[in-house]
Structures are given as structure tokens and as C-alpha cells.
């Protein structure tokens, strides 16, 4: 498999981009394209060291995208940017899966003119994983649509369903819609128009209305919700995690005896950290394009680099895109 990564995407780049490639090529067994000034790249591969061979090649892009620039703008503007190349590579199937970490919009905007929409998906959108009590719950939209029809809503519903279904293994998930409680009277104009036409959806698996507490609880699999809404979900769940171990660290500090219980604490503690921590999940795929790409935080670090390829690789392996169509096809839901 070929994984084709935008080494100037994020506010880190390419150090942390190179570094990322560097141990998702020794950890997965897929080759790593780095994308952009191949000049700059290769330097900052060269600080590192036992890298000879390692299954990392470079593709030049002699334009970046700022993190600051207007997606739209930058996106006619630089036809050759490190990130719409390394769409093209996936668009004229030079590549398995598109990553990058860079201004998301952009990145959005990339890969929907370069691969194209599904047919009949009348919006893509960003999922995010959630880990849970039990495992992990897919959320989408989470910032692609602010703006949001029930037939959005349902498409992302059958969109998520799938690639929960893909990735996870799990033959039928469960589908939530979020909204302020759970009754199926609540809800605003979209809520409660989207309740009815999820429940009449047929092999959807839709157990009805969720609230937000329910996403950690795992009471759902998958949880629909417009991309403003999904985009404060999201916000908030990364500043209670922060919230948290900075609580813990304050406290321990203010305890100085407390110290002395860290060893029979410290694997609980990393387990936690590593169950919260955004970076063990890499990034978002973005649904509903006819290929696959994963877009990662702006301040990713390496690890979530990394993650973030694995993730690309996941996705690509299990084809969600090609399965997204067929079911798509097959409901015949399209925003007429």
C-alpha cells in the first residue's frame, strides 16, 4: 500500500511530518510518500538518522497552503501546493490514501475537486472518533457542514455506519442522532425532521435520539449531528481531557505524599492518557469523496502523524469509499 502524506501540512511542518512518516514506516508495512519542496523535505529527513531503509520516498510540490489562507482562494491559486498534489497521486491512482495536517478547509477542498464526490452524496463529511467506556464511537459531522437538510443528516448516518462497520468489524452498528434529549419529540426543526426520516431508513440500525453525555457512555456507535454542533462537541471533549490532566497535576503537586503512591498508579494513569489522548487517533476521514483522506489536527505531533497514516491505511485496505457508493446507490438518498 502507498500512503501519501503533505510533509507541510500543520503548524509544525515538516519537522513533525518527517518524523511522523519516519515511524509510521517502521511500525506499518507500507510505503510513505512525502510530499513538497523536496529540497526542504529531504534535509529535514536527513537530521534523522537509520532511515536508509526505511520505505519513504519524496515527490516534489513547489507551493505550500498556509494554515491562515482562505481554502477557496488558495486552492485555484496553487495548483501545485504539497497538498493538492498529493491528492492527485490518490485521484490517478498513484496512491492509496491522502493524509495531511494542514489548513483543513483547504484540505477539504482538495480532495473534493481533485477525487470528486460519491454519487449521490450531496455533502462530505469529517468523522472523529471517541473513545468510550466500552471502545470508540464515530461523530459526523464534526466541522465540514455548518449548515445542514435531514437528507445531510441521513447520509451521514448510512456514511458512518459503514465505515464504522469497515474499520471495526462490527456488522451493525448502532446509529444515534444527537440532539437535547431522548425523546423523540426533542429536538429543533432538523432534529426532529431528521428522527423520522433515520427511523424510516431501513437496515440503519437507528436506536433514536442521544445526548451528548451519551457519546463517552458508548450508548451509540455512530453519532449524526450537523458540523457545527459536531465541531463544538469535539472542542469541548479536547479541553475536558486537557482540563483533566492538568487538574491531576496541580493536585499532585499540592499533595507532595501523594508522590509516593505514583508507581502503583502510573500504568492506570498512562492506560487513561492513552485512551483520551487525540494523538493515539491520528485524524478525521473525510467521508463521501470518492477516495480516502484523513485530515489531522493543525498541531499534530509525530505520534498522531503517525496514527494519522495508520488510520489512511485502515481505510484504504477496507475500501470505504468504494462501500459508501454502493450503499449510497443502493438507499438512493440524493439532496434533490
Known amino acids: 500500500m502507498r500512503l501519501v502524506l503533505d510533509a507541510m501540512g500543520g503548524d509544525n511542518a515538516p519537522a513533525v511530518t518527517v518524523a511522523g512518516a519516519i515511524l509510521a514506516a517502521k511500525e506499518l508495512s507500507h510505503e510513505i510518500v512525502l510530499v513538497g519542496p523536496e529540497i526542504t523535505i529531504r534535509e529535514e529527513f536527513a537530521k534523522h538518522k537509520h532511515t536508509a531503509s526505511l520505505p519513504i520516498t519524496f515527490v516534489n510540490a513547489n ?3 498556509g494554515m491562515d489562507e482562505n481554502p477557496a482562494l488558495a486552492v485555484r491559486q496553487k495548483k501545485n501546493s504539497s497538498m493538492a498534489v498529493a491528492a492527485r497521486m490518490v485521484a490517478d491512482g498513484k496512491a ?6 494542514g489548513n483543513s478547509g483547504a484540505a477539504m477542498a482538495t480532495s473534493l475537486f481533485t477525487m470528486g464526490r460519491i454519487p449521490g452524496v450531496s455533502r462530505p463529511a469529517i468523522t472523529t472518533l471517541f473513545p468510550t467506556l466500552n471502545g470508540m464511537c464515530a461523530v459526523l459531522d464534526v466541522g465540514a457542514n455548518v449548515d445542514c437538510k435531514p ?6 448516518a448510512i456514511m458512518g455506519k459503514l465505515y464504522y462497520k469497515d474499520v471495526f468489524g462490527v456488522d451493525n452498528p448502532k446509529v444515534g442522532l444527537l440532539s437535547i434529549g431522548e425523546e423523540d419529540s426533542k429536538g429543533n426543526e432538523l432534529t426532529l425532521s431528521t428522527f423520522d426520516i433515520l427511523k424510516k431508513t431501513n437496515n440503519l440500525n437507528f436506536i433514536g435520539n442521544v445526548e451528548g453525555r451519551d457519546i463517552p457512555k458508548g450508548t451509540a456507535d455512530v453519532v449524526v449531528c450537523d458540523g457545527f454542533v459536531g465541531n463544538v462537541v469535539l472542542k469541548l471533549a479536547e479541553g475536558i481531557a486537557e482540563m483533566l490532566f492538568s487538574l491531576i497535576k496541580n493536585e499532585m503537586k499540592a499533595h507532595p505524599f501523594a508522590w509516593g503512591g505514583i508507581p502503583f498508579l502510573w500504568a492506570a494513569l498512562k492506560g487513561i492518557k492513552k485512551r483520551i489522548d487525540p494523538s493515539e487517533y491520528g485524524g478525521a476521514p473525510l467521508l463521501g469523496i470518492n477516495g480516502i483522506c484523513i485530515i489531522g489536527h493543525g498541531g499534530s505531533n509525530e505520534k498522531a502523524i503517525k496514527n494519522a497514516l495508520r488510520a489512511a491505511a485502515a481505510a484504504a485496505k477496507a475500501q470505504v469509499h468504494k462501500d459508501i457508493a454502493e450503499e449510497i446507490k443502493k438507499y438512493g438518498v440524493t439532496d434533490n
Open 151 to 156: 437528507i445531510h443528516l441521513q447520509q451521514f
Open 63 to 65: 507551493e505550500v497552503i
Open 96 to 101: 492509496d490514501a491522502f493524509v495531511s495536517a
